[in-house]
């Protein structure tokens, strides 16, 4: 905002219009480059778990050191 007793801001160097700005010579883009899809493979992440069902989940063996959660038991001293 301009002050009302500053009259002469206008008279100021760079106040004056701007001059037309000339267009800029604009090149087109480059061409995109293909990448080829990286190969996905399966990993077979239970197979050290031991023998699994037939859905593929590892087969429940009772554990005397966890319990039915298969949290670790905490021995009282």
Do not use: C, H, Y
Not at 5 to 17: C, Q, R, V
């Amino acid at each position: 905002m301009r002050d009302k007793k500053d009259n002469a801001t206008i008279d100021l160097p760079g106040f004056e219009p701007a001059a037309p700005m000339a267009p800029e010579a604009k090149l087109p883009p480059p061409p995109r480059v293909r990448r080829a899809p990286r190969k996905q493979e399966q990993m077979d992440l239970l197979g050290e778990l031991g023998p699994t069902d037939a859905s593929g989940l590892p087969i429940w063996q009772n554990d005397p050191n966890l319990d039915l959660s298969g949290l670790p038991i905490w021995r009282r001293d």
